[in-house]
Structure formats: structure tokens, C-alpha cells
């Protein structure tokens, strides 16, 4: 059982270290709204990532063969919600919205939460890469007990991974100017354009 739980956790970590449009999103917030806005919306992509891993451990197939039916409007649709996310993030103004963080950390926890989680859901890219990783573990998918463990074990793995994130850009960021986060304002907001140019081209060309 505690080898289905370590297993787990090494998933859980696996699947939420690659510094894509999630982690930039998640450092931003953490920087110009507080770490709790960051962090929640680290909690949002690890509950999204757990619910892919539920579906791979119990093989739920017709929810898998939705996914991949629907491929193609998940990838365009979570493409264009990225690159209307970059696009709001690039025209913010970071200095009034750095001084008001107080207040909208406060009123905004949720919507932090909800939408990593609706962005990491719009990627089924995500599922394709936890089954691959679960594949290796078939030997324990008779035993639900062992099963339950593991899937706990990713969402730990998950969330202590976006806490210790967040936690050390926080500990970092009186050491950042507000010219600095004006920048991280226009470049961050950049690069999660780009990554959802490269979802819609992904929904066109998926064999490129």
C-alpha cells in the first residue's frame, strides 16, 4: 500500500513539474496577487490532473473515448481560452493590480481554482501523458485499495509540488521591482499566447 502511495506522489510530480502554461500562470499569480492566488491555482490544475488519473487507474473507458472523440474542440477551445488568458494578462496594468492584491486575492480564490482547472482539463494531451506513466503500474489496477492509494498519492504529489512553487516565488519576490513585474506582466503573458497558438495548431495538425 505505501509503494501505491510513493508511486502516487512520483506521478503527481511528474505530471506537474514541466514548466508549461499552468506553472507560468501560477508563478504570475503568486507574484502580483499573493501567494494564496497562486497557490490555489496550482490546487486547481492538481485536482485536474487527479480527476485524469481516476479515469486512466479505473479505465473509464467511454469517458476516455469522449476525450479523444472530442479532441479536436478540447485542444482549439482550451487554445483560444489560453490565448484570451495571455492577452488579458499582457494588457493588465501590474502596478495598480500589485497594490490592490489584498483585495482582489480575497474576492478571486475561486476563480483562480476553477479556471487552472478548466485549462488543464481543455488539454487531453494531459490524460494521454498520466495513462502513458500509469502504464507502467498495470500490477495494481485488480486491487481497488492499492487503486484509491495511488490516486491520492498523485494529488499529494501534485499539490505539495504547487506549494513548494509558490511558497519559493513568494519567499523571492520583494526582491522584484515594479518594473520587473511590469515586464513579467508582457512576457508571461507572451509565452501562454504561444502556448495556445500551439493548442489550436495542435486541434489542426495533431500528427505534426
Not at 110 to 123: D, E, H, I, K, R
Not at 134 to 155: C, H, P, R, T
Request: charged share 10%.
Amino acid at each position: 500500500m505505501e509503494f501505491a502511495f510513493i508511486q502516487g506522489i512520483l506521478i503527481g510530480l511528474i505530471v506537474s513539474i514541466p514548466m508549461g502554461p499552468i506553472g507560468v500562470l501560477c508563478v504570475h499569480r503568486t507574484l502580483t496577487k499573493g501567494r494564496a492566488a497562486g497557490l490555489v491555482s496550482g490546487l486547481g490544475a492538481a485536482t485536474a490532473d487527479t480527476f485524469f488519473a481516476i479515469i486512466a487507474v479505473f479505465g473509464l473507458s467511454f469517458v476516455t473515448e469522449f476525450i479523444e472523440h472530442k479532441r479536436f474542440y478540447l485542444m482549439f477551445i482550451g487554445g483560444i481560452v489560453l490565448v484570451a488568458v495571455g492577452i488579458s494578462m499582457f494588457l493588465k496594468n501590474t502596478i495598480k493590480q500589485y497594490k490592490q492584491k489584498d483585495l482582489v486575492q480575497n474576492r478571486r480564490l475561486m476563480g483562480s481554482y476553477f479556471s487552472t482547472f478548466g485549462l488543464t482539463l481543455a488539454n487531453p494531451l494531459t490524460i494521454i501523458g498520466i495513462g502513458t506513466i500509469l502504464a507502467v503500474y498495470a500490477n495494481i489496477k485488480d486491487e481497488f485499495q492499492s487503486m484509491f492509494i495511488l490516486i491520492v498519492g498523485v494529488f499529494t504529489g501534485a499539490a505539495f509540488y504547487w506549494t513548494l512553487l509558490t511558497q519559493i516565488v513568494n519567499a523571492f519576490k520583494k526582491k522584484f521591482n515594479l518594473r520587473f513585474l511590469w515586464y513579467l506582466n508582457k512576457i508571461a503573458g507572451i509565452v501562454i499566447i504561444i502556448f495556445g497558438l500551439f493548442a489550436i495548431f495542435n486541434a489542426f495538425y495533431p500528427k505534426i
